[in-house]
């Protein structure tokens, strides 16, 4: 801070200060005691200002880190359920009161308290009985939840991923819980003045994702389509439906209206992955839309919502459905997946991009997997149009035992080679001496010089003479026989 200074030609005392974003002020004052005054009051409230959000990273814990957190972003993220799970970890480790959001009746959300309630015995045993199956992972996590974020390095997030990992969790699951931790410590170093703060989860090694390949057969879809007709709900067997043929997500689907769809233009106006798309709708979605707008009742007329169901029952539906179809690795999102496989064999990248709504081509190409069927047919149809020149190979001996190493056919009394039916020299099955005679020599074939090896059947194979190359005569040399050393023609060697 500089101090109060004079300036020429004018009378009285000048002082000056400078926030840190590089804004300055500067004030006159008659006397340097009032200008000092000023300064220290000045600068005192702009350190004041620019104070570090809590305290700083040294007097706060993670968990109370991640609670202003989903207060800030968190709240107005499309997928802010399944995050405020995970934070509740957390902040569940640091003695706080676990976080809720309510949506009022215009849409809009707040963050709340959560009050633990008593679940009946049931549900309590099942929900042990799934954290058991993580118990280290969890221990893990209230324990860095308790901790002050300056006291988080770099190698607890790497024991992180790690315990992770060893309690099965997959690499997609690890990956979120590093991302979502990630970009809280980025968004406290760069918003709430914790610059000398450094983040802890970079250059965590993290392991790839396995993207999720699902294909039904005609007989699975028949029992998926079996299971769906008998459904309580009426409006379920549409929503699965509409979500192959739309390629929309659960989410889309259920905030889906009548006032967003044109079902002549054949577009749909969805909110998706936090912005608004228009997506062209196939016709087999328009039909299926068209017969719900006219199979609705008079009651549910001033309802603009296409489905109303909640996220809670359709997955309480799917998981029925899907136990009596006998398919219990398929999800509800694989929907998508399956819909977006079937178009992709017509559609190219740029046009099933915007059918999914996808921003860059490159995520619609994960979609884009034909399926193992039309591989195999066209593959089929190659093998028809050309012809291999090779023969079948023989998987096993004459009298029917499986073929053994050449080392064990004498232990087992098998016969060799020459012995069997096809050997013959002519066909007709009589062993072949010139055959049995070569056949320790079958693995140097390919490096023997392309010569005649024989000249009837009954000969041995007549090697060609090794022509004579003169040896070097080997004289030393006089000053190095003196030495006690012999020179060669290709090098030295010391007796």
């Given at each position: 801070?500089?101090?109060?200074?004079?300036?020429?030609?004018?009378?009285?005392?000048?002082?000056?200060?400078?926030?840190?974003?590089?804004?300055?002020?500067?004030?006159?004052?008659?006397?340097?005691?009032?200008?000092?005054?000023?300064?220290?009051?000045?600068?005192?409230?702009?350190?004041?200002?620019?104070?570090?959000?809590?305290?700083?990273?040294?007097?706060?814990?993670?968990?109370?880190?991640?609670?202003?957190?989903?207060?800030?972003?968190?709240?107005?993220?499309?997928?802010?359920?399944?995050?405020?799970?995970?934070?509740?970890?957390?902040?569940?480790?640091?003695?706080?009161?676990?976080?809720?959001?309510?949506?009022?009746?215009?849409?809009?959300?707040?963050?709340?308290?959560?009050?633990?309630?008593?679940?009946?015995?049931?549900?309590?045993?099942?929900?042990?009985?799934?954290?058991?199956?993580?118990?280290?992972?969890?221990?893990?996590?209230?324990?860095?939840?308790?901790?002050?974020?300056?006291?988080?390095?770099?190698?607890?997030?790497?024991?992180?991923?790690?315990?992770?990992?060893?309690?099965?969790?997959?690499?997609?699951?690890?990956?979120?819980?590093?991302?979502?931790?990630?970009?809280?410590?980025?968004?406290?170093?760069?918003?709430?003045?914790?610059?000398?703060?450094?983040?802890?989860?970079?250059?965590?090694?993290?392991?790839?994702?396995?993207?999720?390949?699902?294909?039904?057969?005609?007989?699975?879809?028949?029992?998926?389509?079996?299971?769906?007709?008998?459904?309580?709900?009426?409006?379920?067997?549409?929503?699965?439906?509409?979500?192959?043929?739309?390629?929309?997500?659960?989410?889309?689907?259920?905030?889906?209206?009548?006032?967003?769809?044109?079902?002549?233009?054949?577009?749909?106006?969805?909110?998706?992955?936090?912005?608004?798309?228009?997506?062209?709708?196939?016709?087999?979605a328009i039909a299926i839309l068209r017969q719900l707008k006219d199979q609705r009742d008079a009651p549910r007329s001033a309802d603009d919502r296409?489905?109303?169901?909640?996220?809670?029952?359709?997955?309480?539906?799917?998981?029925?459905?899907?136990?009596?179809?006998?398919?219990?690795?398929?999800?509800?999102r694989d929907l998508r997946h399956l819909g977006a496989t079937f178009y992709a064999r017509v559609l190219n990248a740029h046009e099933l991009r915007?059918a999914l709504a996808h921003r860059t081509t490159a995520m619609a190409e994960v979609y884009v997997n034909i399926a193992r069927s039309d591989v195999?047919?066209?593959?089929?149809?190659?093998?028809?149009?050309?012809?291999?020149?090779?023969?079948?190979?023989?998987?096993?001996?004459?009298?029917?035992?499986?073929?053994?190493?050449?080392?064990?056919?004498?232990?087992?009394?098998?016969?060799?080679?020459?012995?069997?039916?096809?050997?013959?020299?002519?066909?007709?099955?009589?062993?072949?001496?010139?055959?049995?005679?070569?056949?320790?020599?079958?693995?140097?074939?390919?490096?023997?010089?392309?010569?005649?090896?024989?000249?009837?059947?009954?000969?041995?194979?007549?090697?060609?003479?090794?022509?004579?190359?003169?040896?070097?005569?080997?004289?030393?040399?006089?000053?190095?026989?003196?030495?006690?050393?012999?020179?060669?023609?290709?090098?030295?060697?010391?007796?």
């Amino acid at each position: 801070m500089r101090r109060p200074f004079q300036i020429a030609g004018r009378a009285g005392w000048s002082a000056e200060v400078e926030s840190k974003d590089g804004r300055s002020q500067r004030r006159h004052f008659p006397t340097r005691d009032k200008a000092s005054a000023w300064q220290h009051e000045a600068q005192a409230a702009i350190d004041a200002e620019f104070l570090p959000a809590l305290g700083g990273p040294a007097a706060v814990t993670l968990g109370r880190m991640l609670v202003e957190y989903a207060g800030l972003y968190t709240i107005n993220k499309g997928g802010w359920n399944a995050e405020l799970t995970r934070l509740n970890h957390y902040i569940r480790g640091a003695n706080l009161k676990p976080l809720r959001v309510e949506i009022d009746g215009d849409g809009k959300r707040r963050l709340l308290d959560c009050q633990e309630k008593l679940l009946p015995k049931g549900f309590a045993a099942h929900r042990d009985q799934r954290l058991s199956q993580r118990e280290r992972t969890y221990a893990l996590i209230a324990k860095l939840g308790a901790r002050t974020v300056a006291r988080i390095t770099a190698r607890d997030m790497q024991e992180l991923a790690s315990t992770m990992r060893s309690d099965a969790l997959s690499e997609s699951t690890i990956q979120k819980e590093i991302a979502v931790l990630k970009h809280a410590f980025n968004e406290a170093i760069r918003v709430w003045g914790w610059a000398l703060l450094r983040n802890p989860c970079v250059g965590i090694r993290l392991g790839r994702s396995e993207q999720r390949f699902v294909t039904l057969s005609q007989e699975d879809q028949q029992r998926l389509a079996t299971a769906l007709s008998g459904c309580d709900n009426p409006q379920f067997w549409p929503l699965c439906e509409l979500a192959i043929a739309s390629m929309l997500r659960r989410g889309s689907l259920l905030q889906l209206s009548w006032s967003q769809i044109d079902l002549d233009a054949g577009i749909a106006h969805v909110w998706t992955k936090g912005r608004t798309s228009n997506v062209p709708l196939s016709p087999r979605a328009i039909a299926i839309l068209r017969q719900l707008k006219d199979q609705r009742d008079a009651p549910r007329s001033a309802d603009d919502r296409v489905f109303s169901m909640s996220a809670n029952g359709v997955n309480m539906a799917w998981e029925g459905v899907r136990k009596k179809a006998a398919l219990p690795h398929l999800q509800f999102r694989d929907l998508r997946h399956l819909g977006a496989t079937f178009y992709a064999r017509v559609l190219n990248a740029h046009e099933l991009r915007q059918a999914l709504a996808h921003r860059t081509t490159a995520m619609a190409e994960v979609y884009v997997n034909i399926a193992r069927s039309d591989v195999s047919l066209a593959l089929a149809r190659a093998e028809e149009q050309l012809t291999c020149p090779r023969p079948m190979p023989r998987s096993q001996l004459p009298n029917g035992l499986k073929k053994l190493p050449r080392s064990r056919r004498s232990d087992a009394d098998l016969p060799s080679s020459a012995a069997w039916p096809d050997a013959g020299a002519d066909g007709s099955g009589q062993p072949c001496v010139a055959s049995a005679a070569l056949e320790p020599l079958l693995p140097l074939l390919p490096l023997l010089p392309l010569v005649p090896m024989m000249q009837s059947a009954d000969a041995a194979p007549s090697m060609p003479a090794r022509p004579n190359i003169s040896q070097p005569e080997i004289t030393p040399h006089p000053q190095r026989a003196a030495n006690n050393v012999i020179a060669f023609p290709f090098g030295r060697q010391r007796r």
